[in-house]
């Protein structure tokens, strides 16, 4: 007897969309346990819909002023259309990066719900996010490995629903290192402008994108990244002072720098740490420099990567140094050091894919171990945000029951 797959999937489909009305929380981790479906993919962007309809956000958050922009933007009429997506009306002013405020003035058109607005950004988001996880299960079908699997899950685990608190950085991370990678195995232009792209995303990515230009013209010189890495451990300080006093000698990205180093902003993201112990704090430092440290293991066991992982291996020493040298400044620092932990994530997805090659033992352990504890912060600061709502079964419950109490609030 001939089995109709096609059948089967349509009918797998139809049942994971209807435990997602009935229970949206275990359609997600049904969904997990399926993600090579493009159905589970689905849903799991629709639960990050879902976070984003109902997510609870404090007057500290970045997602306080957007939703008070949004609000603005509302009451502008069509004819603003240029001015709004300037920045003109916003609290930074003119800025290259549009595409947030091109997205709130198209939701502003149809309704001036702050939930609506948040459920679309949520939704780009997660589909975005989909995009590079269907890209890296492409390379773990050719070659299952354990590190594939560790990998896939590090990233879905570092990139959590509540990185909608900074949409703009999240999403322009996604575009970043999605377009990186498929330049680095494709070559084609388009993949080069997506790259570049990510600055109307977020006006930081100025300086990732500039970076990946340097390392472009410079090329594989790892022997000089190694010295800049060794360089940032002695002077990240002293960069911190130079580039508060005196920019990079860049308009553009001198304003970006400013951007991070101004006082209202540091006092925001200083106030926001306080509230939290020093294992939120600093997790995400641990897991950069566990991820340096393995890249090089790497490296020194496996004398001859394939060509994508040369090309990946050598940016990301480059990418780290930056990093490090940042430490000076922990906004710059804590958001990029993000960008390389997901591309370092890529990196391992790869080479496990391209090249036989078994994975150390000791390797395995600690990559769980940080993975581990990845989950259990990100999870706890999601909590923070998570409205009880997206716990209870039925989607319209969630959707037409008003509730202000958070999953954190509900454990303690």
Known sequence: MRVNYN?????????????????????LIVSFKNLGYKYS?????????????????????????HAESFKLTATKPFG????????????????????????????????????IYFMVLSLILGWMLMVNIKLLLSLYEKNKTAAGIIFIAFLIIIMPPSRILSFRHYLGL????????KYFTEKKLIYLLLLTFSIFIHFGFLMLVGLFYI???????????????????????????????????????????????????????????????????????????FMILSLIYHKLRIKNFDKVSEYLYSFLLLFFAFVNFMQGLEAIANRFSV?????????YVHLYSQNNVKIPTVFRQVSLIFLLLNAVVLIRVT????????????????????????????IK
């Open 7 to 27: 059948s089967i999937e349509k009918q797998n489909t139809a049942w994971a969309y209807i435990l997602f009305f009935i229970w949206p929380l275990l359609a």
């Open 41 to 65: 993919r689905v849903i799991i962007i629709l639960f990050f819909g879902l976070f984003g309809y109902t997510f609870i956000f404090n007057e500290m958050s970045d997602s306080y002023r």
């Open 80 to 115: 603003d259309f240029f001015n709004i997506v300037s920045g003109l009306y916003s609290e930074e002013g003119t800025k290259p990066d549009f595409v947030m405020d091109l997205i709130s003035f198209i939701v502003t058109r149809f309704t001036d719900n702050t939930k």
């Open 174 to 181: 996604l575009v970043f290192v999605y377009s990186l990678y």
């Open 215 to 289: 390392y472009k013209l410079c090329g594989r010189q790892n022997r000089v990244y190694y010295i800049l890495i060794i360089l940032s451990f002695i002077f990240y300080e002293q960069s911190a002072t130079l580039l508060k006093s005196y920019g990079v000698g860049l308009g553009g990205l001198d304003k970006t720098v400013r951007g991070y180093t101004h006082e209202k902003y540091l006092e925001r993201v200083a106030g926001y740490q306080n509230n939290r112990n020093i294992i939120i704090n600093s997790y995400a430092r641990w897991t950069t420099l």
């Open 339 to 347: 960008v390389f932990q997901v591309l370092s994530c890529v990196f």
């Open 383 to 410: 909590f923070e945000y998570t409205n009880m709502l997206v716990l209870v079964p039925f989607v319209p419950v969630s959707l037409l029951v008003d509730s202000d109490s958070t999953i954190l609030n509900l």
